[in-house]
C-alpha cells in the first residue's frame, strides 16, 4: 500500500513542481565541477518523524530537483530492511509501547547499548504495531505515534526523486547475529537502484565490491569521530584519514563529519578549514559532508542534511551571490534593530558598523536620555539588560510603573559621565533558550551619543536612519528632559531636515512625538505598535493617517500561530496598503526558536513569506546580513525563470496534515486595533527640573498609544500529503 501512496503522490506532484528551464549551470569547485548534491537524511527529518513516508516525500517536493534520499538500513528479524538512523529502535518510534517488555542489551562494536532492536522482530510487527515519533525534542511532534516505517523499497522507489543512497552503518553487529547485510543488499540490487552505498566498515565495503555495477553505484567510505575504532583495520578513523590513497582502492568517495573539514575550537567558533576537501580531490575521491560547506577556496560534492530545502536553497540561491547588488526599484528595506544587535552589543558603534557592512538599508538608534540631557542611542531607558549597569549602580534601582513593571536602573537617573563609565553587553533575547549570542564578543563596543550615530549615517552614506522615541510624556513632566527637542536639534545640526537623498524616520508609539516632526516633509513618521493586533478596522487606518505614513508591528499580528505552526495571515498589512501606509514587521531573527515549523527553521522561508507574499515595506532584524542576502538572491524574485526558488509558506498547510484529536487548539485570536487607542494626549510641557517626588508615588500618566489589549507549491505538496493520509486509513488501521 505504502508503494502505491507513493506513486500517487509523486504522479500529482509531477504537476506541481515542474521545474523550469533557468540559466546555464554554473561552474562549483567539486570534484567534477557540478553542483553540490543535497542528501536528504531520513528525508526530511527536521519536520517529520524519520524516514517515514511523509519526510521521504515532503524532501523531494521542497528541494532541488536531483535531491538524493537517504536512507540508514536496520534488519529485521527475518532478514527484511527497514529504514531508521537509530539502531535502537526506541529512540524514533514507539515500540516502548508495543512491546513494553522487549528492551534487551547488546554489545555494539565494543559499547553496550541498551533498547529495542529490529532484529527481535519481524518486519510483519514492526510494520504493523509500531509508530514513529519525533526523536529530537525542539522538533515537532505534531505527528508522533500516526506514521508507519518505511521498508527500504518503499524509498527508493520514490519516483520522483532521481537517486536513492543506502547506509550500512552496522554490518558487523548484524553479522554477529547472523544477520547478512552485504547479501540483503544484493538482493536488492535486483529490484531497486541504488546510486550510493555506504558504510564506516571497510570490510563490508570490499564485500559489496564485487556485487555492484561500479558505473552505476558508488562505495562510499563513511568516517565517524577521530578517536573511534574502525571495526575491519582496527584503527581510528582519524588515522585512516591520513591515509587518503588507500582508501581508492575500496571506495570512490568519503562522508565524514563536518569538523573533518571545518573544526570547531571548544568555545563553539570555527577554526580554520583543513585541507581535506582539496586532499580528496587530488586523489579523485568526492567527499560530501554533515553540513554545507563552500568557500571561494573549496566545494564539497555533497551534503546530508536534516533540512534539505535550506540545502537546497544554499546552493540554488546564496552561494554564488555574494556581490550581487540588492534590487532597486521597490525594494524591501532592511532595517536593523540596534544595529547588528545578533554579533555585537546593540546599540554600540560596532554594531551599527556591522549592520552597515552586512547591507542594511536603514540603521536605528532608540533615543535615550541621560541625567544632564545627553541624547544618546540605547534599545531601553532601563540600563541592566544592555549594559552592566547592575555591578555598579545596584543602589539606583527604583520602579517605575510608567515605564515598566520591574526595577531598573535608568539612563535618566545618570550623567552622560557615569554612562560612560559602564560596558555594553551582548545579550540573548532567550535567556531560557540556552542559546548565547557571539561571547567573544559580549563587551566589545562603545555606547554612541545620538550626534555621533548621525555623523557615522552620513560618512557611511547609509540609505537612511531611523529615530525611535519612547516615554516622552514622562521625561518632560517628572525629569524635565525634553527628548523631542534633543532630536530635532541634532537631526537639523546634521542638516538632515535639509535634504533628502538619505531618508529620515521617524517612530514613536506617541502620536503626539510623532506630530513634533511634522513640519519636516521629508521625515516619514511611524507608529509602532507593540501590541498584537488581528486586524486593523478602517476607522483606526484613518486615525493613523492623520499621524503617520507607516507603522511598525510584531510578526505575530501579521501571522497568527499556534505552538509553533502558522494558522493564519491577518489583514492587517493588506488594508493598510489600501490606506497608502506602509508596513514594517519587527523583530524578525536567525534563532530556530523564534520560528514557526512552517518555516522549516529557516529565516529564508521566513523572510520570504514577509517580503514575496506579503509584501512588508521593510523588515527590521537583528541579523541585517541575513536579509540583505535573501534579497540580492535571484530566489527573492518569485517571477523569476529559476530552476529553484525559495517558496512562501501556506498558513495552516502543516497543521492540517496531522489527525484532528492531535491537533493543538486555536490561540484566542488578538484584539482589533481600537481608534481609541491610537491617540495620544498632547506632551506636557518640559518642567524646569526633575521631580523630588518617588516615581512611585507620581500620579499615573494615561496609557501611551500602543494598540489594545498568500499560494505554494510548498502547500500544494503539503495537501497532497494529507490526501494521502486520508487514502491510507486502511493500512494503519
Not at 120 to 132: A, G, I, P, R
Not at 165 to 172: A, C, E, K, M, S
Not at 484 to 503: E, P
Not at 612 to 635: E, F, H
Request: aromatic share 8%.
Amino acid at each position: 500500500m505504502i508503494r502505491r501512496l507513493s506513486f500517487l503522490f509523486l504522479l500529482i506532484h509531477s504537476t506541481l513542481a515542474q521545474k523550469t528551464t533557468g540559466k546555464p549551470s554554473k561552474t562549483w569547485l567539486t570534484l567534477n565541477g557540478a553542483e553540490p548534491a543535497v542528501i536528504a537524511r531520513g528525508g526530511y527529518l527536521g519536520i517529520f518523524p524519520d524516514s517515514s513516508q511523509f519526510a521521504f516525500q515532503f524532501a523531494v517536493s521542497t528541494s532541488l530537483s536531483n535531491v538524493i534520499v537517504f536512507c540508514d538500513l536496520q534488519l529485521t528479524k527475518d532478514g527484511q530492511g527497514i529504514c531508521l538512523t537509530d539502531l535502537a529502535l526506541d529512540n524514533s518510534t514507539n515500540i516502548a509501547l508495543a512491546f513494553p517488555k522487549g528492551e534487551k542489551a547488546y554489545n555494539v562494536n565494543g559499547q553496550d547499548v541498551q533498547g529495542w532492536f529490529a532484529l527481535d522482530y519481524t518486519s510483519k510487527q514492526l510494520f504493523e504495531d509500531v509508530f514513529l515519533i519525533q526523536n529530537i525534542l525542539s522538533r515537532p511532534s505534531l505527528f508522533d505515534g500516526t506514521l508507519p516505517m518505511s521498508a527500504v523499497e518503499d524509498a527508493a522507489l520514490l519516483k520522483s526523486s532521481p537517486k536513492f543512497w543506502l547506509n550500512v552503518q552496522y554490518d558487523t553487529f548484524y553479522t554477529q547475529h547472523k544477520l547478512n547485510a552485504a547479501f540483503y543488499v544484493g538482493r536488492a540490487l535486483r529490484s531497486i537502484v541504488i546510486y550510493y552505498i555506504s558504510s564506516p566498515e571497510i570490510g563490508f565495503l570490499k564485500t559489496i565490491s564485487g556485487k555492484i555495477n561500479k558505473a552505476r553505484t558508488k562505495l562510499i567510505f563513511r568516517f565517524l569521530k577521530e578517536d573511534v575504532i574502525e571495526p575491519t583495520s582496527n584503527q581510528t578513523y582519524g588515522s585512516i584519514i591520513e591515509n587518503l590513497s588507500t582508501i581508492k582502492s575500496f571506495a570512490s568517495g568519503i562522508l565524514v563529519p563536518k569538523e573533518y573539514i571545518w573544526p570547531v575550537n571548544k568555545d563553539l567558533y570555527l577554526e580554520a578549514a583543513t585541507s581535506l576537501v582539496a586532499d580528496a580531490h587530488n586523489q579523485g575521491l568526492e567527499p560530501s559532508t554533515c553540513s554545507l560547506l563552500i568557500t571561494q577556496k573549496f566545494s564539497v560534492d555533497g551534503v546530508l542534511t536534516d533540512f534539505p530545502s535550506t540545502a537546497s536553497e544554499s546552493i540554488a540561491c546564496l552561494a554564488q551571490n555574494k556581490n550581487v547588488t540588492k534590487p532597486t526599484k521597490g525594494k524591501t528595506l532592511v532595517i536593523s534593530h540596534n544595529g547588528a544587535s545578533g554579533i555585537y552589543a546593540g546599540c554600540t558603534d560596532l554594531a551599527y558598523q556591522q549592520a552597515i557592512e552586512d547591507g542594511a538599508d536603514i540603521i536605528d538608534c532608540s533615543v535615550q536620555m541621560s541625567k544632564d540631557g545627553v541624547a544618546f542611542c540605547m534599545d531601553s531607558a532601563d540600563l541592566t539588560g544592555d549594559t552592566t549597569a547592575l555591578s555598579t549602580f545596584m543602589s539606583r534601582a527604583i520602579t517605575i510603573p510608567e515605564i515598566q513593571k520591574d526595577r531598573g536602573i535608568f539612563s535618566f537617573d545618570l550623567t552622560w559621565s557615569e554612562i560612560r563609565t559602564l560596558k555594553p553587553q551582548l545579550i540573548s533575547p532567550f535567556p531560557d533558550g540556552g542559546m548565547p549570542r557571539n561571547p567573544a564578543n559580549k563587551n566589545k563596543g562603545s555606547f554612541m551619543t545620538l550626534s555621533a550615530f548621525l555623523e557615522l549615517a552620513k560618512t557611511k552614506a547609509v540609505t537612511g536612519i531611523l529615530i525611535n522615541m519612547e516615554n516622552a510624556a514622562y521625561l518632560a513632566s517628572k525629569k524635565g528632559l525634553g527628548i523631542t527637542d534633543s532630536v530635532a536639534t541634532a537631526l537639523s545640526n546634521a542638516t538632515f531636515d535639509k535634504q533628502s537623498i538619505q531618508k529620515v524616520l521617524i517612530q514613536s508609539d506617541d502620536t503626539s512625538v510623532l506630530s513634533k516632526f511634522k513640519n519636516v516633509a521629508t521625515y516619514q513618521r511611524i507608529l509602532s505598535i507593540k501590541e498584537t493586533i488581528s486586524d486593523a478596522p478602517k476607522q483606526s487606518v484613518e486615525e493613523i493617517k492623520k499621524y503617520a505614513t507607516a507603522i511598525t508591528v510584531s510578526r505575530a499580528s501579521i501571522i497568527t500561530t499556534t505552538d509553533y505552526l502558522t494558522t493564519a495571515f491577518s489583514s492587517v498589512v493588506k488594508k493598510m496598503h489600501n490606506a497608502n501606509i506602509s508596513v514594517y514587521v519587527s523583530v524578525l531573527r536567525n534563532e530556530f526558536i523564534t520560528l514557526p515549523f512552517d518555516f522549516f527553521v529557516d529565516p529564508m522561508v521566513e523572510l520570504a513569506t514577509y517580503v514575496a507574499q506579503i509584501g512588508v515595506n521593510g523588515v527590521v532584524t537583528d541579523y541585517p546580513a541575513t536579509a540583505s542576502a535573501y534579497l540580492r538572491s535571484p530566489c527573492s524574485n518569485l517571477n523569476a525563470n529559476l530552476p529553484y526558488t525559495i517558496l512562501p509558506v501556506e498558513t495552516g498547510s502543516l497543521l492540517s496534515l496531522a489527525p484532528p484529536d492531535l491537533q493543538p487548539p486555536a490561540a484566542a485570536p488578538a484584539p482589533a486595533l481600537n481608534v481609541d487607542d491610537i491617540v495620544d494626549p498632547p506632551l506636557p510641557v518640559v518642567s524646569n527640573s526633575s521631580s523630588s517626588a518617588p516615581p512611585a508615588a507620581a500620579p499615573t500618566e494615561k496609557p501611551r498609544s500602543s494598540s489594545p489589549g498568500y499560494g505554494t507549491n510548498v502547500a500544494l505538496s503539503l495537501a497532497v500529503i494529507m490526501l494521502l493520509s486520508l487514502l491510507s486509513t486502511g493500512y494503519w488501521d
